[in-house]
């Protein structure tokens, strides 16, 4: 119910005045200040029924009040907020007892919504602190933007927690960085993070490297050998492309999920097995299931938190810190110092990135490596991204003749289905269809790289195992040679 009274610390008078006035209309009593040690004066006398603090103020750090504020009022919530919006304050804001982290700006319907069910919850025993260094670590994933700072919440609230996760995204966007940050940021950051791409082992193989297996199990295995399991014993194991993991590795893979514990390929004693399951993969999951490629409990088992990680054209906004980082990478392995003018930033802001973060990450290293000037221009950046046009340039190019090609594969389907009359296709179109569009592209794809299959690769942003599957199972020829038939 309203007239709780909340203490809103922050520097910036104008915030202060915007928040006081939404929280007032809401019939809440506000009473803001611009320092740290009026805010915990308040707190220390028992004023006030939830804080809303910002982390940096001219006396001091909001996140170091958070431990103090619950270890004299267990019961007292905190709600931290920062324009500092990076990862790392998200999960020190979070172990450090906030009830929520807010990145600025912020919606005034959320913040109150936030107090709700702030006030609303029931009190709790105060958990556990842990400890924090006074240094910001290296960043391991880069953005401010909104899409950014919701997949920042999820890891921060996961940190205490050995929920599995799934991580879908294109390829290409950064998904073992989360991987590795949910790892990192978690209790059991001491032990070993262990990465495998399914897409990169042989169908036969999978089992003996996930499981291990003893001397003789088969033929060649003229020794024991310790499986990812086994290596990731009290750490995490990170499985990507799990989309690609065979039917018969699925089912062993969701008795460990159950049980805990595993036998290794030729063996008859289980294993136990303490470990956190973090999956990716940039395929839909559901949709494998409805095919009868994936198991449904399988499916269930590792999607228990979900995380979307968006490509970087639904976070253009992360271009300019993404490109200052990774030319800082590049200074510090030796290549020259480059910045870019501001036009030339803006010409990088709009370009729809395919191969997201890792096609911008070349681009950028390569920039820094094969050019002499000191500050890139726009001048230099047209000439790399004429030479890799977007789908955006593509599509604009199409449009000033006739369709599209969205337009012109809507065509398609629509004779496809007029073609069946009053009857329906048969099942599985969706399949059907992603296949005849896979076929031409991989084919003139591989013709533009004269059939070499890693420059293929690496343009399609697939892994170079996937992209050799694809061509065995879509029958398609390589030829090497010259793009001229």
């Known amino acids: 119910m309203a007239g709780e009274t909340i203490l809103v610390a922050d520097d910036d008078r104008a915030i202060r005045t915007v928040v006081s006035h939404a929280l007032a209309r ?19 006398e028992g004023e006030g029924d939830l804080v809303v603090t910002d982390v940096v103020m001219p006396d001091g750090n909001g996140l170091d009040l958070i431990p103090q504020i619950r270890k004299i009022r267990p019961d007292l919530r905190v709600i931290a907020m920062s324009a500092r919006n990076t990862l790392l304050t998200a999960v020190q804001a979070t172990e450090r007892g906030a009830f929520e982290y807010l990145p600025k700006p912020f919606d005034l319907t959320h ?34 933007s909104p899409a950014m700072q919701d997949v920042y919440r999820v890891i921060a ?8 996760v799934l991580i879908t995204g294109e390829s290409g966007t950064g998904k073992e960085l ?17 990465a495998v791409n399914m897409a990169a082992i042989p169908r036969e193989l999978i089992e003996s490297e996930l499981f291990g297996h003893e001397k003789g199990a088969f033929t060649g295995a003229t020794q ?3 499986g990812r399991f086994e290596l990731a014993d009290g750490g995490t194991l990170f499985l990507d492309e799990i989309g690609d993991m065979p039917l018969e590795a699925q089912t062993r893979l969701l008795r460990v999920l159950q049980e805990s ?4 390929v030729g063996g008859r004693n289980p294993i136990k097995t303490d470990i956190r399951i973090v999956a990716a993969t940039h395929r839909d999951l559901r949709q494998l299931v409805s095919q009868g490629l994936f198991r449904e409990d399988l499916y269930y088992r590792l999607n228990v938190v ?9 976070r253009r906004e992360d271009v300019p810190d993404l490109v200052r980082h990774f030319l800082g990478q590049a200074a510090d392995s030796g290549l020259p110092h480059k910045s870019l003018t501001e036009s030339a930033m803006e010409r990088l802001t709009r370009h729809r990135w395919p191969g997201n973060v890792r096609e911008l990450e070349n681009l950028v290293r390569r920039l820094a490596a094969l050019y002499a000037q000191d500050r890139i221009d726009q001048e230099i950046i047209e ?22 090609l969205s337009d012109s594969v809507r065509k398609h389907i629509v004779a496809y289905f007029d073609a069946h009359g009053d009857q329906l296709p048969a099942a599985g179109l969706h399949a059907r269809i992603l296949r005849e569009i896979e076929r031409p592209l991989i084919e003139v794809s591989l013709k533009a790289t004269r059939g070499n299959q890693v420059r293929t690769a690496e343009l399609l942003g697939l892994n170079r195992n996937t992209l050799r599957k694809k061509i065995r199972d879509l029958d398609i020829t390589v030829v090497r040679g010259s793009r001229d038939e």
Do not use: C
């Open 306 to 314: 979900p995380i979307r990680l968006p490509p970087l054209r639904e």
């Open 26 to 44: 809401h019939g809440y009593e506000v009473r803001t200040t611009g320092n740290a040690a009026t805010l915990w004066r308040w707190v220390s």
């Open 111 to 144: 913040l109150v919504d936030t107090i709700r069910r702030a006030l609303k919850s029931q009190a709790e025993a105060p958990g556990d602190i842990v400890p924090h260094k006074d240094a910001e670590d290296p960043m391991p994933l880069i953005g401010r």
């Open 261 to 264: 514990e595993y036998t290794m």
């Open 224 to 226: 024991r050998k310790s």
């Open 383 to 404: 000439a790399e991204l004429g030479e890799t046009p977007s789908f955006a340039d593509a599509e604009d190019a199409m449009n000033s003749g006739s369709d599209n």
């Open 157 to 164: 609230r996961l940190t205490g927690t050995d929920l599995s």
């Open 178 to 194: 989360v991987a590795r940050a949910l790892h990192d940021f978690s209790r059991r950051k001491n032990g070993p993070f262990i």
